[in-house]
């Protein structure tokens, strides 16, 4: 999901004082480790993504929002 | 463990491709065996790891960590949305307690028992399990002060769905406190096509 995209979720059902906390760069060596990633896709994206791009591919990002 | 109807608006007709998602979802998790420390070692500080069991640890499959940003304060409800191994639930409850409790929701009755094993062996008493999905929250309204999330609203089909019931059961002045991975740019379409994709 893009961060727009989220941030325009939240905000449409109401949420108030959405912020943006903490991130991490989220790489393929990241993603390997989760189950969806299944080795052959993650083979797909060493061989796809530019190895400069490799390493953050993604980001992780914290997002707050209160509820008024 | 409870087992609740749906205390909110029923939901609406699914689609056949929201369905293919969830069971995806449901079978990638299902199958997952923890051996490695990695994410949570990347994830969380040495003082939280160091008040969860090994198989917490290991079986930790967030992208962040919600419970250092949330501030949760004694006497609060937490909800954790997709608890999994249990990490977040049981650092929640840690926090919360004298006087508060800790929820952990999971769409899988496998990882609840077994998060309801970790728990236990951090000796936290004042949690408690739900079977359900994030997108049907089986909890009144206005009944919690905190929602966690972590890298679960990735995974839902109906992600606005999810929010608005996030929105439902928090408390006025309630917060959210969500980690997720975000994409900024396009990644090649053969990936974009894939079943991790079709989860983000």
Not at chain 2, 43 to 70: F, H, K, S
Not at chain 2, 71 to 90: K, S, Y
Request: hydrophobic content about 45%; aromatic content about 4%; glycine content about 10%.
């Amino acid at each position: 999901m893009a961060e727009r995209v989220f941030a325009s979720k939240v905000q449409k059902v109401g949420f108030v004082d959405i912020q943006r906390g903490e991130e991490l760069p989220f790489g393929v060596d990241e993603c390997e480790q989760y189950p969806l990633f299944t080795p052959e896709l993650i083979a797909l994206m060493r061989r796809l993504i530019p190895p400069e791009r490799q390493a953050t591919v993604a980001r992780s990002v914290i997002f707050t929002a209160r509820k008024p | 463990m409870r087992e609740h109807a749906h205390a909110g608006a029923q939901p609406s007709e699914d689609l056949l491709g929201q369905e293919t998602i969830k069971e995806l979802v449901r079978e990638a998790y299902r199958a997952v065996v923890g051996t490695t420390t990695g994410v949570a070692g990347r994830l969380y500080d040495p003082e939280q790891l160091a008040r969860l069991p090994r198989g917490a640890v290991e079986q930790a499959l967030g992208v962040g960590n919600p419970v250092r940003a949330a501030g949760l304060q004694p006497g609060e409800v937490v909800l954790d949305l997709g608890c999994g191994g249990g990490i977040d639930t049981t650092l929640a409850a840690h926090a919360v307690a004298p006087g508060g409790r800790s929820i952990g929701l999971d769409m899988l009755p496998e990882m609840l028992e077994v998060a309801a094993r970790h728990a236990a062996e951090a000796g936290v008493a004042n949690v408690e399990w739900m079977l359900g999905e994030m997108e049907a929250i089986p909890l009144p309204e206005a009944s919690v002060d905190v929602v966690l999330s972590n890298g679960v609203i990735n995974l839902s089909p109906r992600k606005s769905r999810a929010f608005a019931e996030i929105y439902r059961v928090l408390r006025p002045g309630g917060r959210m406190v969500v980690a997720d991975i975000v994409v900024d740019e396009d990644l090649p379409p053969e990936i974009l096509t894939s079943a991790a994709a079709w989860a983000g």
